[in-house]
């Protein structure tokens, strides 16, 4: 599989070695970071297919995060999973370029779908 | 018919008694609406009332007043006329007497062929004369002319001798005499030269006289007759002729001059009554001329009563329409009031009950917010430990296995915690007035913002005073307080605030709690509204306004006080006082109010 690459930004750190476990044994590549600040860091020096990106986090709001993403990789799909979004959370974050927006607890089978029409657009 | 006078009824009949639910009544402004409405409809009813009664009563009286006189002065004018007309009776007849002894010898009078002669002269020039009669001093009648041999019959013992002796001349009541038919007799004394006296007596029919009094009677209801000064009646007469022939009205003062009275007869009926003593130049007569009017019987009295009828009736119909009119107007003002007031009472009622369900709504959200994220924890380790089974094989004598197991055991214990803290808040909203500790009760609260301000970075201090008592309150209510106003705390800060919480001792039986924050403030001319119902500063829509007016109501019941301090840009200080004993301020408050 050639696109494979994920980034979790959340500050769960317990949450994200579990998703990300699950996503390995699902064959796709992730990194991971606590915070929005080092998340826009590791998108300026790396390239994922796919950004999954909590709304509450310590330093920032995830939208700002959102925000900071597509202005430095405007073509990056960033796919929101919150446990606190509101529908105005999801208005705001689909209006400013989110691919997707999903609610904690997560359906692993939702991403994976979510994954593979990734995939399949950028064959 | 039967609906139509209960509908009718109804709009008189204040909504107050009709439907008034106890849950409302602390809150409206005024408790007692029936007396209201009583004292209203009172005042409107007895300010219209009052004037148009005392202005009906003087007019009537003026009214009858000027009635009353008019019919004296008629009745008055009556009296007089029939009086001369009396007079002139009795006086023309003396003087025809007086005028005969002089003219004539005194031995053709005793002459019973000459004074046959002068009687029957004298009937052709007056009429209704009976007889003729010479009595000597003795007392003896010399001569007699007439219908009846009356020659030689003694009257010296007779009361009319004796008076007609002792007056020169006599005037009889109506009497019967000797002959069995009334008559009155009239009598001269004329002194001879030689200075024994002897007197002429006429003997007059009555009918020509009741004829002359008769015909000044008018309408129906008068009555013109004479009495004796005795009281007996002495001509024909309406009412008191017949059986006692006593008049039913009180025998009059002497008076020379026509008089005349209101009074009422002896039935009740009120009547005028005019009486003239009748008097001749020549000698006083027994009469008394009494004519009598029925007040009812005048026609203009009769006019006036009808009026008077009307008058009442139409002043009985517009007291009605008064009545019904201002009992309409009181209770259609008083309904709107109590309204207006019911509706805000209502507004504040279900905003107390909302503000309630709000705080506790918005603090279950607050709760499965803190669920959800270990459950997302533990969705995904249990997802991963699934994962495991199905995806490797190696699940067997995997040590990681029970690690995993350990997170989710962890995960669960965070859910568990979070949902003993609600259930513990849950419970204590249930007591009422017990002791209750103010630092552990603040730490329970502010646990429900920790997350809230961990994220927007704020800083919550808590600083209990040493040596601050446990107070006995309404814990539930304190709660409510508290959550309101750490709740407008929180809603007036951005990031980064200081949210500064002071609890501390004042005298001996307060306790003081100052919320401080430092949020965008208050502006000052809006200070003194914050506590009113009503307002708010807050977008439409975005705040009832009720917050701080439900807070105010809450501390007042917990005979607490609040003030504010503020400052725009600076931040907002609450301040609470409230009694170390609540149940201590109630009892007090009972004895003393």
Partial sequence: ?123 | MKQKFHSFFFILWPRFFRELSEHIIPYLTFNNYPRIWVRGILILVSTSLIPLFVMTGIYYQLIEKSIDNALILRTERVASNTRRAVSFFFEERLAALKFMVNDRDYKDLINPTQLSEILKNLKLGFGGLTDLSVIDYNGTQLTYAGPYNLEGKDYSQQNWFLECQKRNAYVSEVFSGYRGVPHIVVAVKHTRPDGNFFIIRATLETERLFNAVTSYKSGTYADIFMINHDGVVQSPSKYYEKKTRRISIEVPEYSSRTKALLTKDRKGIPVIVSYAFINTSITPTPFILIVVKEKEGVSVMKIWLGLKTNFNLFLAISAMVIVLIMSLTATSLINKIYFADRSKAEAMLSAEQKGQLASIGQLAAGVAHEINNPLALINETAGYIKDLFVIKSQYQDDPELIEQIDVILDAVERCGAITRQLLGFARQLDVESRSLNLKVMMTNLLSFFQKEAEYRNISILLDVEDGTPSIETDRKKLQQILLNLINNAFQAMDKDGNLSIKIGIVGTDMVRISIEDSGCGIEEHHLNKIFDPFFTTKQEGKGTGLGLSITFGLVKKLHGNISVNSKVGEGTTFVITLPINFKKEEKHENSTG
């Avoid at chain 1, 991971?32 to 860091?41: K, M």
């Avoid at chain 1, 990789?73 to 960033?78: A, L, Y």
């Avoid at chain 1, 979004?85 to 989110?98: F, I, L, Q, T, V």
């Fill in chain 1, 1 to 123: 599989m050639k696109h494979n690459t994920i980034l979790i930004v959340d500050d769960e750190q317990k949450y994200v070695e579990m998703l990300a476990r699950r996503l390995e044994l699902r064959g796709l590549k992730c990194s991971y970071c606590f915070n929005g600040n080092d998340g826009i860091r590791m998108i300026t020096d790396n390239y994922y297919n796919l950004v999954i990106l909590d709304l509450r986090l310590p330093d920032l709001y995830g939208t700002e995060v959102l925000i900071e993403m597509r202005k430095i990789r405007p073509d990056i799909k960033i796919l929101i999973l919150t446990g606190h979004g509101s529908d105005k959370d999801r208005e705001d974050c689909m209006a400013s370029g989110a691919f997707s927006f999903m609610r904690k607890p997560l359906d692993i089978e939702q991403l994976m779908t979510i994954m593979t029409q990734i995939n399949e657009v950028e064959e």
